[in-house]
């Protein structure tokens, strides 16, 4: 299961950092993925860390958002900094392990003033 938290309202050039609890080792998983999903729009990958450690980021974020991992926590996180109106969604993590895929249930980001 994995349980994404760390959403909230925030003004445009603020910063929040997501959260996603992972029940179970994160050590072994492929890769843990951000998506996020504006309203009336198709969910939209963000941001990816492999097992090895490196990531990868959409154009629309790089340079202003990082995802990282706690292994020892089982946690993964997207640190989301100079925050636009065009980044309200909801944010979902996603992991794949082996062939399995899992979702967390998702948590809003609002950027307005």
């Known amino acids: 299961q994995l349980q994404a938290s760390g959403g909230g309202l925030v003004q445009p050039g603020g910063s929040l950092r997501l959260s996603c609890a992972v029940s179970?080792?994160?050590?072994?998983?492929?890769?843990m993925s951000w998506y996020r999903q504006a309203p009336g729009k198709e969910r939209e990958w963000v941001a990816r860390?492999?097992?090895?450690?490196?990531?990868d980021y959409a154009d629309s974020v790089k340079g202003r958002f990082t995802i990282s991992r706690d292994i020892v926590r089982n946690t993964v996180y997207l640190q989301m900094n100079s925050l636009k109106a065009e980044d309200t969604a909801v944010y979902y993590c996603?992991?794949?392990?082996?062939?399995?895929?899992?979702w967390g249930q998702g948590t809003q980001v609002t950027v307005s003033s």
């Open positions: 996603r992991t794949l392990r082996g062939i399995t895929s899992s």
């Open positions: 179970g080792s994160i050590g072994n998983l492929n890769y």
């Open positions: 860390i492999y097992g090895g450690g490196t990531a």
